[in-house]
Structure formats: structure tokens, C-alpha cells
């Protein structure tokens, strides 16, 4: 009812943070969820129970060709190699990258120096947001730039491919109408960067915009 109910207000439905087994996703799946929120990352994957070997969140993604999944490309959360083969399964028509930034996004090393982040402490170290006692993430700190340079310097990915994975897929998941293309009738938003994926240029509705204005 739930998922009905999404549906009916075109409201997007996806499932991640979740430990379902391929019979549930299927169930949701069939209830129209294709989406799946930054795949590897708090989505379940096979289990074994008695013996018998059961999918999870990860298998039931490759499984239907029509999911599309959300990769967290820093390089952190998912090693290039990972970022690579999720590439291989769902190419660039189904794979969209995401930052999953919090507050700090963009905010560089931290020099030992903790903040705090909800109900706790963490520094930012090598690319992304850890636990103050390095035990785990705790959020990445990327910027959109830092995806697609990591899928095409460390994943091999093709740039046109990272390209759009960061701009038409994202925009027609969310069903963003005159985005994601440089095409006739579209919003001018434009990003320009050099063979290093460094920005240079932004501009928004045609306008160039500098120093954030």
C-alpha cells in the first residue's frame, strides 16, 4: 500500500540502508521500486542459511536490468575497481553517481581537528569523513567534480560515459524535466572543466556565474 501510494504522488521510490533478501526486493520491485541508493554501501548482499545461499539488496540489482543504482564514486566508499564492475553490469543507462556529502562537503583534511555530526564525533582524513577513532566512515566529503574524475582517472570509465551518469540519469530518475543535456529547449546549465576534471567555467540558465554570484 505503501508503494501504491508512492506511485500514485510520483513520488520516487528506492531501497538502501536495508538488509531485505531478493524475495522482498522482488516483491518491491514488482511494486515499483527501481532505484537503489548507493549500492555496497548499507545494502545487503548474499547470505547463507542452511546451507542455502540467498541474495541480497547488491545481487537482486544486477539481476534486473531495468534498477538503476546510486554509486558513491570518491574513491573511499567504493574502491575504483568496485566502481568499475558495477559499471560493467548496469553501464552507463543505469548507474548514477552521487556524493552522499554531509555538512563538510569539500572541506579538505582536518588535521586532527573533530567535529560533530549529529550524535557524533568525526575528522576528515584522506578524502572522506571518518569516526573520530578511525573505525569506520562517516559520510563522504565529495564534491561532484571528485566522482567524475574518479571513474575516469582511476576506474578507466569513459568520460562521456561519467558525464552522463552524473547529469541525464540522476535527472531522469528524478523525472527532472529540460535537464541533464545539452540539447534544444533545455535548461543552459553548463559546467566547464580541463583534462584534469578541474572546473573553470559555471554557468547557470546561460549566465555565467563567478565567485558564486
Do not use: W
Request: with cysteine; net charge neutral.
Amino acid at each position: 500500500k505503501f508503494l501504491s501510494f508512492l506511485n500514485q504522488n510520483s513520488i520516487i521510490a528506492a531501497a538502501g540502508h536495508t538488509n531485505a533478501e531478493y524475495e522482498e526486493i522482488k516483491k518491491a520491485y514488482e511494486n515499483g521500486v527501481k532505484l537503489i541508493t548507493h549500492l555496497y554501501s548499507c545494502t545487503s548482499t548474499i547470505t547463507r542459511r542452511g546451507g542455502f545461499r540467498i541474495l541480497g539488496v547488491t545481487e537482486t540489482a544486477y539481476l534486473y536490468d531495468d534498477i538503476d543504482v546510486e554509486a558513491i564514486a570518491d574513491g573511499c566508499h567504493l574502491p575504483p575497481e568496485l566502481l568499475k564492475l558495477i559499471f560493467k553490469f548496469k553501464s552507463d543507462e543505469h548507474m548514477c553517481l552521487v556524493t552522499d556529502a554531509t555538512r563538510y562537503g569539500g572541506m579538505e583534511n582536518s588535521d586532527n581537528m573533530t567535529f560533530k555530526d549529529g550524535d557524533h564525533l568525526c575528522i576528515i582524513e584522506d578524502g572522506v569523513a571518518k569516526l573520530a577513532d578511525r573505525s569506520a566512515f562517516s559520510g563522504s566529503v565529495a564534491t561532484a567534480d571528485v566522482l567524475v574524475r574518479t571513474c575516469v582517472k582511476k576506474s578507466g570509465i569513459p568520460l562521456l560515459s561519467a558525464v552522463k551518469m552524473i547529469t541525464e540519469v540522476p535527472a531522469r530518475i528524478m523525472k527532472l524535466q529540460n535537464k541533464g543535456k545539452l540539447q534544444k529547449g533545455f535548461d543552459a546549465d553548463i559546467i566547464i572543466f580541463d583534462e584534469d576534471i578541474n572546473i573553470k567555467r559555471v554557468l547557470i540558465s546561460g549566465k555565467e556565474r563567478v565567485n558564486g554570484n
